[in-house]
């Protein structure tokens, strides 16, 4: 799996959009990429993914580059329940194995009120 | 909306005590694992499980460490003789069948493991 990098630690004013990026320079074609957060010692969980195209669900929206190198994470309206680690991981799929995720350090982000 | 839940939320034992955490994953999902995660640090892959043995560990995961789904709902870690350095939020997860991009695992709340 390719490997990513993100910024130790984020703030974002409560009721504005969080933009959280990630660089997976070395990202292959078969590769998707993930986004999971962690709030305080819960169980993390899943956001997002995408492959190439821009994705959006009721939680956020993923905007890859079209040279995929890189990835943005949006939470539209941050709210402070949204404080926590965001996890973005690459992952490839082919069909068969576990698929086991590989969490780095992520980036801590803090809505401030 | 279903969930992974995972009994106890907290365990405290003794070093060398057996103990046994337990997950209930989502009731049609068929890949399951468990993560750890030390306090301040990564959450790490310990195993993953699919038709009923193990298709994945980690070297965490040791002789002491063992799994089982002993029923159609149950998927249970157990370590035989708690270490110190086993002290750890445990993290079941579950996968659904299928498709190329459903990778996504849903995690329960954890179980925090103390061990004295």
């Known amino acids: 799996d390719a490997k990513t990098t993100q910024p130790p630690s984020m703030d974002c004013a409560e009721g504005r959009a969080a933009n959280l990026p990630c660089n997976h320079s070395?990202?292959?074609?078969?590769?998707?990429v993930y986004w999971y957060r962690q709030i305080h010692s819960q169980g993390p969980q899943y956001i997002i993914h995408g492959l190439k195209n821009n994705e959006t669900n009721e939680m956020a929206s993923l905007i890859i580059t079209e040279d995929r190198k890189s990835s943005t994470l949006i939470l539209p309206h941050a709210t402070l329940r949204d404080t926590a680690v965001y996890y973005c991981?690459?992952?490839?799929?082919?069909?068969?194995?576990?698929?086991?995720?590989?969490f780095g350090k992520g980036t801590k982000l803090s809505v401030i009120p | 909306e279903p969930e992974v839940t995972q009994t106890p939320s907290h365990q405290v034992t003794q070093m060398g005590q057996e103990v046994i955490l337990r997950c209930v994953p989502i009731s049609n999902h068929l890949y399951f694992y468990w993560y750890r995660q030390i306090l301040g640090q990564k959450v790490e892959f310990l195993v993953s499980f699919y038709n009923n043995e193990i298709s994945e560990k980690s070297e965490i995961f040791d002789d002491q460490f063992s799994v089982e789904r002993p029923d159609g709902s149950n998927f249970t870690l157990k370590i035989r003789s708690t270490k110190l350095e086993d002290s750890a939020m445990y993290f079941c997860?579950?996968?659904?069948?299928?498709?190329?991009?459903?990778?996504?695992?849903?995690f329960g709340p954890g179980t925090r493991l103390t061990v004295l």
């Open positions: 997860a579950s996968r659904p069948p299928g498709l190329p991009f459903t990778d996504t695992q849903y």
């Open positions: 991981i690459v992952r490839s799929y082919s069909g068969a194995g576990s698929y086991q995720l590989t």
């Open positions: 070395t990202i292959s074609g078969n590769e998707y």
